[in-house]
């Protein structure tokens, strides 16, 4: 019997070479590896949750090595169903054919084709595939495939959703610092509450959920569409060497945490060490959220998206989306990994820095027989800029007060009067 990534190899060549076109080329498999477009890339594919695996629904995930980038590996998630678990296969390459192997081939030429487009091209032309949409991949080389849809029965509708809406909004900011990334979107119907997102960049490198999605079409009852995009930095973009210092600097944060009594000797010591100051204060500001989230979010506790910031030039912003920074959003990508290498008790103390995990457990402390949090709603806090000034931060708090007043509910635990903004 040939193993289900054997299999999904088998069939993904012959479509390939049944196709030919823009997707020509000599192929070349051996067991579980499969060279396609004149040998310019690898696949392999490996099965995921394989003990919970169900008759007809098969997690397989199909890693493509770019040998002309450096042998960067595109991991791309596909969930394959069918009557059985054969057919489960045969639809896993199908998604792989109709929604992935575009965007690859498409970043390999440098041009669209097999239904995928470029994004984000100014004047371009969208019958040939260049469209000003950039599908929230600003300022990217990045090339979308088409939606896969399951369960929805109206042909228009994946036409409605067109490249206006962002359906790879915060891929950017999440990816690590390699220089080209995939990614893939979904977007199902949620109950009566419309459309909700789930976004995973590299695999599952990186996982976000907008449980609110504005689509600007009516839901079905029943549905989702599937679409991926390849997406690089450009080649002599900052970004990725910036990245790669944030990483370094969440981790070193991360780590070495418990080894101060508090946190402003830990930020003096590693900028003694070489650590940027203004990247340390992102990490400080921004990642302990992601890290405080990754300890409490099974609660029930509805976080807020936003924060809100007071910046050095005086001016206060109310509503930044959190994921909208890539020290946060890196962070929520890291925490499982640091949750892993860390004692229990250093990520915890890690985790209740934050001024969000400070609110949580002062109302733990004040009901500890009565931990149900479903209901409870924290409102955006105050992140400042480095060397903000006082005027700026008071208005930037009269502005969270001022949001707090106005959202609260009689079942809402009341917002503490003191300006919980910063832990000292």
């Not at 479509?15 to 004149?38: E, I, K, M, N, P």
């Not at 490996?46 to 590996?73: A, K, Y």
Request: with cysteine; net charge negative.
């Amino acid at each position: 019997m040939i193993a289900f990534p054997e299999k999904l190899l088998e069939l993904i060549e012959s479509a390939v070479v049944r196709h030919g076109g823009d997707l020509g080329g000599w192929t070349r498999r051996d067991a579980d590896r499969l060279q396609l477009f004149d040998g310019r890339v690898t696949l392999r594919a490996e099965v995921h949750d394989e003990e919970s695996q169900r008759d007809g629904v098969i997690h397989i995930h199909v890693l493509t090595t770019l040998h002309e980038h450096d042998d960067q590996v595109l991991d791309a998630c596909l969930m394959g169903m069918g009557r059985d678990n054969d057919a489960a296969v045969a639809n896993a390459a199908v998604l792989w054919i109709t929604c992935v192997a575009g965007p690859v081939k498409s970043f390999l030429d440098n041009r669209p084709i097999c239904m995928t487009c470029q994004a984000g091209v100014q004047g371009g032309d969208a019958s040939a595939g260049y469209l000003e949409g950039d599908y929230g991949l600003t300022g990217l080389r990045a090339y979308v495939g088409p939606s896969y849809a399951r369960g929805i029965d109206d042909d228009n509708l994946p036409s409605a959703i067109d490249e206006n809406k962002p359906w790879f909004r915060f891929a950017a900011e999440a990816a690590a610092p390699r220089r080209v990334h995939i990614a893939k979107s979904i977007i199902s119907v949620n109950g009566r509450n419309g459309w909700q997102r789930n976004l995973e960049v590299d695999g599952h490198e990186v996982s976000h959920h907008d449980p609110e999605w504005p689509v600007g079409v009516e839901a079905p009852q029943f549905g989702y569409l599937t679409r991926f995009a390849v997406f690089a930095f450009p080649q002599n973009s900052n970004e990725i060497a910036r990245r790669k210092e944030l990483e370094r600097t969440i981790l070193h944060f991360a780590e070495h945490y418990s080894d101060f009594e508090t946190v402003d000797q830990l930020m003096a010591e590693m900028a003694r060490l070489g650590f940027d100051a203004e990247i340390v204060h992102e990490v400080e500001s921004f990642s302990t959220i992601a890290f405080g989230r990754a300890l409490f979010q099974h609660f029930g506790i509805e976080y807020p998206s936003t924060v809100i910031r007071a910046r050095r030039d005086g001016t206060v912003e109310t509503d930044v989306p959190l994921m909208s920074m890539p020290a946060y959003a890196r962070a929520c990508a890291l925490a499982g990994q640091l949750r892993a290498m860390m004692p229990k008790e250093r990520f915890q103390a890690l985790c209740c820095y934050n001024a969000e995990s400070n609110v949580i457990l002062k109302v733990m402390n004040a009901r500890p027989d009565q931990l149900d949090f479903s209901g409870f709603k924290l409102f955006p806090c105050v992140v400042p800029d480095r060397g903000v000034s006082e005027n700026t931060m008071n208005r930037a708090i009269a502005a969270m007060n001022e949001m707090a007043q106005s959202g609260r509910t009689k079942s809402q635990t009341p917002t503490p009067k003191k300006p919980w903004w910063k832990i000292w």
